[in-house]
């Protein structure tokens, strides 16, 4: 569905990925890993059309999608989580979950101003799809909240929920539980479980090894800017480069 | 009781008492549903009676001078509070329109009311012209690129004497008629401008609660996030920027005709910034406290002689003061840190 192809990234003359190349298939998840620095925020960015890659190109369901802008690339149906959250402090949580709809809400401001009846039918369906979308995380109790007072766990949730309220064809994951603790942490790899379930395609950035090793179909290692390893979870776990490029590493500081 | 459900808060209410709902409590779920057109229709209802216990025309004349700079806060304050933008230029349209009614109506001798409409679409294309390059900037760079755009403006007013008539201003314009009716007195012109105030009210309001409102909130939360969520950025920015062009330049050309004489002081850069003000003490974001941040600038002379002396020093103060301790504005900061304490208050409860 999604397919990488030979992507480049240079930050000034420091190459920050190099000819990276893979696939994500429809209906799986494919965690990406690999040590600090490896690149892969920069991937996820020059997927979601935040960073232009330098070179390579992305394949979107046969479109090229490789230097759209990122809201373009949002409306092909890529929907993303940030690392450091984005939620928006002002809004409440409800509709922090709204704007994940905002594709369709409708484009013309001069029809959002008049406020014709169709609009105010799509805005109340709108509504009701999002109060779906935060039962589905368990934060309907907090829908009228503003955003800034949740808790850590909450907004990552409430950015999932986000995420996942436009039905995206792909979500792109970035570090979904970082700063977690383990019970939560559960709880959002129940929540991703459920999402492979409903049918989605998710690309996750992630370090926790026991997240991506339980829930991942593909794992993608980079190093280095640099693409070692694609495989099951099973075989990456064996693979002789990846031990040594990152869980061996590992081990040697635990 | 499939569409009461879309409230959050009530929804819960709903659906344990879904046949039980008091009458007392339908009704004050009816006024939870339609809170906004009840406040606006309440306004309008105040606005429609007052002159009747306000006849000097003197605070009648103040009334109308909030009603215009409404029309243009409310803009402005959709371009700072909801593109997140800033602009300290906008007195530069506000008097383009004032100017351009002016001239079109007595140098040119033209009907008024086209007039005023074609000179806000010219009003809007510069908008364009000026907001494509200069919203590549943020921050600091795009409020000096702004500024600069209103000095040119005043510049221009000021100097094309044949024009504009230089320093002394313009004076003459006839009132606004409608069909053999003047709007040539202070309660006439009431209704005439707070009917125009309430509409782009009604519009702002309208705008914020649909999806593009959303996209737009989303863009002053943060830029990346919001370009992630499918917002066009650049376009919105440009298209916030004009829309708000236009509203000034409507206002100018109701504040010509109103006043029947314009200058070019009344457009320089001090009335941008008192425009900002007027947003800030409203709150960003807040289409409400644009009404509020209108009226309190406007009258704020009018309670204290010491503030219109010291105006420029007063308004400056104001300024630092809300900016340093309520960055969201003063009327919003104050709601939104009694929201987040009652919603602290409820985690509290709700962990213990």
């Known amino acids: 569905m999604l397919q990488l192809e030979g992507i480049g990234k240079r930050f000034g003359g420091?190459?920050?990925?190099?000819?990276?190349?893979?696939?994500?298939?429809?209906?799986?998840?494919?965690?990406?890993?690999?040590?600090?620095g490896a690149g892969k925020s920069t991937l996820i960015n020059c997927v979601s059309g935040i960073l232009q890659p330098t070179s390579g190109q992305v394949t979107f369901v046969r479109q090229r999608i490789t230097g759209e802008p990122a809201h373009r690339i949002a409306r092909f149906g890529i929907a993303r989580t940030f690392q450091n959250i984005k939620l928006f402090p002002r809004l409440t949580v409800l509709e922090n979950v709204l704007t994940g709809l905002t594709c369709e809400g409708g484009q013309s401001m001069c029809m959002a101003m008049l406020r014709l009846p169709y609009l105010r039918h799509r805005e109340r369906r709108l509504r009701l799809r999002a109060m779906e979308a935060l039962d589905r995380f368990h934060l309907t109790d907090k829908a009228n909240w503003p955003a800034e007072v949740l808790a850590y766990g909450d907004k990552k949730r409430v950015e999932l929920a986000r995420a996942t309220v436009g039905n995206p064809q792909l979500i792109l994951l970035d570090e979904p539980v970082a700063g977690l603790n383990a019970e939560e942490t559960a709880a959002v790899a129940e929540q991703l479980k459920r999402l492979r379930i409903g049918g989605y395609t998710?690309?996750?950035?992630?370090?926790?090894?026991?997240?991506?090793?339980?829930?991942?179909?593909?794992v993608v290692v980079l190093d280095s800017g640099r693409c070692i390893a694609t495989g099951t979870p099973d075989e990456i776990r064996h693979n002789p480069l990846v031990l040594e490029a990152y869980l061996g590493r590992m081990d040697a500081t635990a | 009781m499939g569409v009461k459900n879309q409230n959050g808060?009530?929804?819960?209410?709903?659906?344990?008492?879904?046949?039980?709902?008091?009458?007392?409590q339908k009704l004050l779920y009816f006024i939870y549903l339609h809170r906004t057109g009840l406040a606006v229709t309440g306004l309008s209802l105040v606005l429609l009676v007052y002159p009747l216990f306000q006849d000097n025309p003197y605070n009648l004349g103040l009334s109308n001078l909030i009603a215009i700079y409404v029309i243009v806060v409310l803009g402005l304050n959709l371009f700072i509070g909801y593109a997140g933008q800033i602009s300290l230029g906008h007195a530069a349209f506000f008097g383009l329109g004032a100017y351009g009614s002016a001239v079109g109506t007595?140098?040119?001798d033209l009907p008024a009311w086209p007039t005023m409409l074609i000179v806000a679409l010219l009003v809007a294309l510069i908008a364009l012209l000026v907001g494509v390059p200069a919203l590549r900037l943020s921050g600091h760079y795009l409020a000096m690129a702004t500024l600069g755009c209103n000095i040119v403006v005043h510049t221009v007013m000021l100097q094309w004497d044949e024009v504009t008539g230089g320093p002394s201003g313009f004076s003459g314009v006839p009132p606004l008629t409608l069909g053999g009716f003047a709007f040539d007195d202070e309660i006439r012109f009431h209704y005439l401008v707070w009917s125009f105030a309430l509409l782009s009210l009604?519009?702002?309001?309208n705008l914020v609660r649909s999806g593009v409102g959303r996209g737009l909130a989303a863009l002053a939360g943060d830029e990346t996030a919001a370009a992630a969520l499918g917002v066009d950025t650049r376009r919105a920015k440009i298209k916030v920027f004009v829309l708000s062009a236009a509203m000034a330049s409507l206002a100018g050309s109701l504040f010509a005709h109103c006043y029947g004489f314009v200058s070019p002081d009344s457009f320089g850069i001090f009335t941008s910034a008192d425009m900002v003000i007027m947003v800030v003490i409203g709150g960003m974001g807040s289409v409400w406290g644009s009404l509020i941040g209108a009226g309190f600038i406007t009258l704020l002379p009018e309670w204290m002689d010491i503030f219109d002396s010291y105006k420029d020093f007063v308004h400056g103060g104001i300024l630092v003061l809300v900016l340093m301790f309520l960055p969201q504005g003063l009327i919003t900061g104050l709601l939104e840190q009694i929201k987040i304490k009652i919603a602290l208050r409820r985690r509290k409860d709700a962990a213990a």
């Not at chain 1, 420091?14 to 600090?36: C, E, H, M, W, Y």
């Not at chain 1, 998710?202 to 593909?218: G, N, R, S, W």
């Not at chain 2, 009604?202 to 309001?205: F, T, V």
């Open chain 1, 202 to 218: 998710l690309l996750l950035v992630e370090h926790d090894m026991e997240l991506v090793m339980d829930i991942a179909d593909q």
């Open chain 2, 106 to 108: 007595v140098t040119l």
């Open chain 2, 9 to 24: 808060r009530l929804s819960t209410v709903v659906t344990t008492n879904e046949r039980k709902m008091t009458s007392k």
């Open chain 2, 202 to 205: 009604l519009l702002c309001l």
């Open chain 1, 14 to 36: 420091l190459p920050a990925l190099d000819d990276v190349s893979f696939k994500v298939p429809r209906g799986q998840v494919t965690a990406l890993i690999g040590p600090n």
